[in-house]
């Protein structure tokens, strides 16, 4: 844990006097349309995971997630090809499924990405979830209890920070969309059944708990060090 991390853990009051200090990175910005998302490779081994199989994982990825990336290249080349003169529905039609489909590639990196370690919590992230739930049983009661809502179903349970709240949230985003609006995602849990279908049927507590056993925490607490 960095100098700022560790005050932001032990006092409100000191991350507000920090944030101000904060230094800016440059910010570059892409164009919106004409160019091609890629499909990101898997970082790690699908065969390393135990209790969540190559055979899903691989699915998962090469269906699921590069089906996403596809359709949401597919829906923005429509988007840019429209007529200015096209109607407000035509385009509002394709907006809709373009931010389906692109919170669909987002959260399906995040959940690779947070994928592959041991489950291991790491100190700091001990800290931080104590200091959110009052303890880190607290905390994985309430988000193994979340997704285990959303067996049978579909869905994704998100731990989010929410900045102007200074709280962090176990929550689910329905549609691949419903999320905090501007809750940052440091840990992400795939419900839909392509996650665990192949592996427990509809045993979705199964999944749950081997995923618990599958998280890598050094990726989590990266993605908080970036706040
Ligand atoms: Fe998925």
């Given at each position: 844990m960095n100098r700022r991390k560790a005050l932001?853990?032990?006092?409100?009051?000191?991350?507000?006097?920090?944030?101000?200090?904060n230094t800016k990175t440059p910010i570059i910005i892409k164009p919106s349309y004409g160019s091609t998302h890629q499909i990101k490779p898997l970082s790690f081994n699908p065969k390393s995971l135990k209790g969540i199989s190559e055979k899903v994982i691989v699915s998962h990825h090469d269906n699921n997630y590069a089906g996403a990336v596809k359709k949401l290249n597919l829906i923005q080349g429509q988007i840019s090809s429209l007529p200015h003169s096209a109607h407000p529905i035509e385009l509002g039609a394709l907006k809709k499924e373009e931010l389906i489909a692109l919170n669909s590639?987002?959260?399906?990196?995040?959940?690779?990405?947070?994928?592959?370690?041991?489950?291991v919590l790491p100190t700091s992230m001990k800290a931080l979830l104590t200091q959110g739930f009052g303890s880190v049983d607290a905390w994985k009661n309430d988000f193994v209890k979340t997704g285990k809502s959303l067996g049978g179903g579909s869905g994704w349970v998100i731990l989010s920070y929410i900045k102007e709240e200074q709280v962090l949230?176990?929550?689910?985003?329905?549609?691949?969309?419903?999320?905090?609006?501007?809750?940052?995602?440091?840990?992400?849990?795939?419900m839909y059944e392509h996650s665990y279908?192949?592996?427990?049927?509809v045993k979705a507590g199964k999944y749950i708990d081997a995923f618990m056993g599958n998280i890598n925490w050094k990726e989590v607490s990266s993605r908080w060090e970036a706040i």
């Amino acid at each position: 844990m960095n100098r700022r991390k560790a005050l932001i853990v032990g006092s409100v009051i000191a991350s507000s006097a920090l944030l101000q200090a904060n230094t800016k990175t440059p910010i570059i910005i892409k164009p919106s349309y004409g160019s091609t998302h890629q499909i990101k490779p898997l970082s790690f081994n699908p065969k390393s995971l135990k209790g969540i199989s190559e055979k899903v994982i691989v699915s998962h990825h090469d269906n699921n997630y590069a089906g996403a990336v596809k359709k949401l290249n597919l829906i923005q080349g429509q988007i840019s090809s429209l007529p200015h003169s096209a109607h407000p529905i035509e385009l509002g039609a394709l907006k809709k499924e373009e931010l389906i489909a692109l919170n669909s590639k987002l959260l399906h990196e995040l959940y690779f990405d947070n994928l592959g370690g041991k489950g291991v919590l790491p100190t700091s992230m001990k800290a931080l979830l104590t200091q959110g739930f009052g303890s880190v049983d607290a905390w994985k009661n309430d988000f193994v209890k979340t997704g285990k809502s959303l067996g049978g179903g579909s869905g994704w349970v998100i731990l989010s920070y929410i900045k102007e709240e200074q709280v962090l949230i176990n929550q689910i985003a329905g549609d691949h969309s419903d999320s905090v609006a501007t809750g940052i995602p440091l840990l992400v849990m795939d419900m839909y059944e392509h996650s665990y279908h192949m592996d427990y049927g509809v045993k979705a507590g199964k999944y749950i708990d081997a995923f618990m056993g599958n998280i890598n925490w050094k990726e989590v607490s990266s993605r908080w060090e970036a706040i």
